[in-house]
């Protein structure tokens, strides 16, 4: 029933978007005396239409957008002579008709964050809920439990201020967060403020502190062939207390299994409103060593510091530290930070299949309290699948593998491995058998075969295992005109936030893959509207404006793309001829058609995985 609720929920926010854009373009064409022909929400074939005066109206089966056709959009094109054809209006009218749709959309955004409030909406709640290894929040000193109070000085409601503010920055902005941190014995909290430059991680699709939520001890994702999974547990499933020790948080739970004797566990669980118990055997779980590791890649480097100067690249794997074949990102922070500062620094970089040698000094930089050279370390998961750790006498020890190995192809059939999340699922699906390798080595490619070895599991792990965002409402606003104050605010924040998105898109500086289309947007509203129709009317306002700036783009068939055609017939004293302008129009929905396959593919793709 939940469900169902959900879906009516989504369907009307999205023909209200729909709408309410097309009933901008109708009431300007109306007002300015320009005949609309046909008025329809949706698109495909019609499920009902009726007639009224001039114009005739529909309801179609594709819930994706509507159109508005209107007379003598051209002096060329059929009824140029009819005296209410747009083409007759000024060139100022075209530009509001034209205009209208993305007004409109602007205009319901505001309403949509105003009432939001009102109704009462749950963010995610800016506790620290785990810090990534090797990224710059763990170099500064941020720890699990920190409330995010303030970045740069704004006051933080949301998880999600936090991590839009970094993801519109570049990689290296420096960012001054004010930090409640709770002090032992003490209801007040410790006020810290750190300061912290954003990195780029592997497969990170935009710059990010390395800051985690606070998770709810409820399972959100899972790996198919993770321990949880093995165990009994699944999607959805809220974890009460580990042998009967009540857990709060995600991070509870995972110190309560950490802190539980060795041998079976277990867990009370919540399964549809039903509390049970589930008893689990650790020993009774299929793990498997590989006795390999990724090497660690720099994933980030500070501007103006002694890395930076030595050339050293995000991107770059580090193969050799003072001599240190491939070390970790652990050994490599404790080599640095023993050498103390003015130390030289000696580094055998990866980099494009080639070996570089660079030698940087250590200092003491704004960004951190011991000496270092200015660089952000994660796991080099990205492409290519290079090994950097080869343990003696492990499988992959005897399989004959070696650090600085790319594993092109596995599995049998043989799979290309693209990058080391790839070869993880290609293991996970071969269990005990022997997984095919080939491998390439300088300039030979070698095959071989790794057999995994069964390790005994003691205790239950959480890893391949994904908790839920911990939700909390934020104060109601019942006064309608801080309300409204509160709407006009995001309305021109979300402005802002959109065409930076575009524009680090179109720099590359943010992945393509952050990109959702009608199946995300369907599947993000489901996961929303769990939290209640104030908080999906926010994410809908958000979506709104997403729509409306991506509409005024300059761009044909958009209705930016109409304003353009304007502009320029404006300064050139006379329409654009019709051939050429329905060969640029035709360009562009060819382009716009191609680019919704593609975001529907990428769209199935992330569903499925």
């Known amino acids: 029933m939940l469900n169902v609720l959900y879906a009516v929920e989504v369907a009307v926010a999205l023909g209200l978007i729909i709408l309410v854009h097309e009933l901008g373009h109708f009431l300007a064409a109306k007002r300015f005396g320009v005949r609309v022909r046909r008025f329809a929400i949706g698109m495909g074939p019609v499920i009902i239409k009726w007639g ?50 993305v007004i409109m959309n602007a205009i319901l955004a505001l309403v949509l964050f105003a009432a939001a409030p009102i109704v ?28 995010i109070a303030s970045i740069n000085g704004d006051p933080v409601e949301s998880f999600e201020d936090v991590i839009w503010a970094v993801a519109l920055s570049k990689a290296g902005t420096t960012f001054e967060v004010g930090l409640d941190r709770p002090a032992p014995g003490s209801d007040t909290p410790e006020r810290l403020t750190k300061t912290v430059a954003s990195a780029r991680a592997p497969g990170s699709l935009a710059p990010m502190l390395g800051v985690e939520p ?21 999607a959805g499933d ?9 857990v709060a948080r995600w991070r509870d739970l995972v110190k309560a299994l950490a802190d539980a004797p060795a041998g079976p566990v277990t867990l009370t669980i919540e399964r549809g409103g039903r509390r049970s118990d589930l008893k ?28 930076f100067r030595a050339g050293i690249q995000p991107g770059d794997r580090i193969a050799a530290l003072q001599d240190k074949p491939w070390p970790t990102s652990e050994i490599i922070s404790e080599t640095i930070r023993g050498l103390g500062a003015g130390a030289q620094v000696r580094l ?63 599995g049998a059939p043989p799979q290309r491995i693209d990058d080391w999340t790839v070869l993880t699922e290609v293991f996970a699906a071969a269990d005990a058998e022997p997984i095919p390798l080939q491998i390439e080595r300088g300039s030979s490619v070698l095959t071989t075969a790794l057999i995994p070895a069964r390790v005994a599991q003691e205790r239950l792990s959480l890893a391949g295992t994904v908790g839920t965002p911990l939700y909390a409402p934020l104060p109601r606003i019942y006064n309608p005109l801080v309300a409204a104050e509160r709407g006009l605010k995001r309305t021109g924040m979300w402005l802002g936030r959109v065409y930076a998105n575009i524009r680090q898109l179109a720099t590359r500086q943010v992945s393509t893959k952050a990109v959702g289309g009608p199946v995300a ?10 939290h209640g129709t104030g908080t999906l009317m926010d994410f809908w306002g958000m979506l709104t404006i997403s729509i409306a700036v991506l509409n005024f783009l300059p761009v044909p068939p958009f209705d930016g793309g109409h304003v353009l055609f304007v502009v320029l017939e404006s300064v050139k004293g006379s329409p654009i001829g019709l051939k050429v302008r329905t060969w640029i129009w035709g360009a562009g929905w060819v382009g716009v058609g191609l680019l919704f396959v593609l975001i529907m593919w990428q769209d199935i793709a992330r569903l499925l995985s």
């Open 348 to 410: 055998t970089l990866w980099r494009q299949r080639e070996l570089v040698d660079v030698a940087a000094k250590t200092a003491m930089l704004p960004t951190g309290d011991h000496p270092r050279i200015g660089i952000s370390l994660s796991p080099g998961l990205g492409p290519p699948a290079l090994v950097g750790r080869v343990d003696a006498g492990a499988a992959a020890d005897k399989a004959g593998l070696r650090p600085g190995d790319i594993i092109r192809r596995a």
């Open 214 to 234: 606070e998770l709810e001890p409820v399972i959100g994702q899972m790996h198919p062939d993770s321990l949880a999974r093995q165990a009994g547990l699944d």
């Open 280 to 307: 689990v055997n650790p020993a009774d779980l299929r793990a498997y060593d590989y006795g390999m590791a990724w090497a660690t890649e720099i994933s980030a480097v500070d501007p103006d510091s002694p890395a």
């Open 52 to 101: 009224r005066g001039e114009t005739e109206y529909s309801l179609r089966w594709i819930p994706v957008g509507g159109f508005v056709d209107l007379a003598g959009e051209h002096p060329e094109a059929d009824e140029a002579d009819d005296p209410k054809a747009l083409w007759r209006r000024p060139a100022w009218q075209r530009t509001v008709i034209f205009s209208a749709g």
């Open 521 to 530: 947007i369907v599947q993000w509203s489901f996961g929303i509207a769990a």
């Open 120 to 147: 009462g909406i749950q963010v995610p709640v800016p506790v620290v809920g785990g810090v990534v290894g090797g990224m710059p929040a763990e170099k500064a000193g941020i720890q699990s439990g920190d409330r």
């Open 238 to 246: 809220r974890i009460l207390a580990v042998n009967s020790r009540p």
